[in-house]
T-cell receptor
Framework: GDSVTQMEGPVTLSEEAFLTINCTYTATGYPSLFWYVQYPGEGLQLLLKATKADDKGSNKGFEATYRKETTSFHLEKGSVQVSDSAVYFCALKVANFGNEKLTFGTGTRLTIIP | DGGITQSPKYLFRKEGQNVTLSCEQNLNHDAMYWYRQDPGQGLRLIYYSQIVNDFQKGDIAEGYSVSREKKESFPLTVTSAQKNPTAFYLC??????????????FGSGTRLTVV
């Protein structure tokens, strides 16, 4: 079946540090890939997405590249801020009319200290 | 503004009671989903519905029930058969087909606690 594996947290970084959160996947078809962010007490918000190999999704300084050869979609940011503290979820969706659903990783909690 | 509204934000249930969580969307999305979130386990799919009057079990449907009588609404009932219902419940929606593009829009969640 389809699955997503994220690096375990929590991750604690100092402000302005470089961030990488690893995400790898297995899929029975050709997936679309997503990163979602969840702030405390809230639902999930779509951060970025990529729909085909070598696509790069980007938003708010975050980037992730769809790597089919390594089945990865690692999230990166060059200089994190305290406001980036949240839980980040990697997810995939495989094309399957009538049975389409997102599969999530377990989430990575990120804390940025001033 | 379009979005998904979940209510209530906090809900307390006594042992043996059924409770219903509300999810309403005004995005004209065809598909709706219910996820359960527990610490350290990410999101697990409970039920989903691609069209009105039809729904499918997800990975952890036991002890839950849903209905989809209107496109805008997808309520979730947590029954007394659900042995460990304390969790954060998230509702989501998306367009169908949206196979290679849109992600989901999520509500702000309902935190259910058994007392």
């Amino acid at each position: 079946g389809d699955s997503v594996t994220q690096m375990e947290g929590p991750v604690t970084l100092s402000e302005e540090a470089f961030l990488t959160i690893n995400c790898t996947y297995t899929a029975t078809g050709y997936p679309s890939l997503f990163w979602y962010v969840q702030y405390p007490g809230e639902g999930l918000q779509l951060l970025l997405k990529a729909t085909k190999a070598d696509d790069k999704g980007s938003n708010k300084g975050f980037e992730a590249t769809y790597r089919k050869e390594t089945t990865s979609f690692h999230l990166e940011k060059g200089s994190v801020q305290v406001s980036d503290s949240a839980v980040y979820f990697c997810a995939l969706k495989v094309a399957n009319f009538g049975n389409e659903k997102l599969t999530f990783g377990t989430g990575t909690r990120l804390t940025i200290i001033p | 503004d379009g979005g998904i509204t979940q209510s209530p934000k906090y809900l307390f249930r006594k042992e043996g009671q059924n409770v219903t969580l509300s999810c309403e969307q005004n995005l004209n999305h065809d598909a709706m989903y219910w996820y359960r979130q527990d610490p350290g386990q990410g999101l697990r799919l409970i039920y989903y519905s691609q069209i009105v009057n039809d729904f499918q079990k997800g990975d952890i449907a036991e002890g839950y029930s849903v209905s989809r009588e209107k496109k805008e609404s997808f309520p979730l009932t947590v029954t007394s058969a659900q042995k460990n219902p304390t969790a954060f419940y998230l509702c989501a929606s998306t367009t169908v087909p949206g196979v290679l593009g849109p992600g989901y829009t999520f509500g702000s969640g309902t935190r259910l606690t058994v007392v």
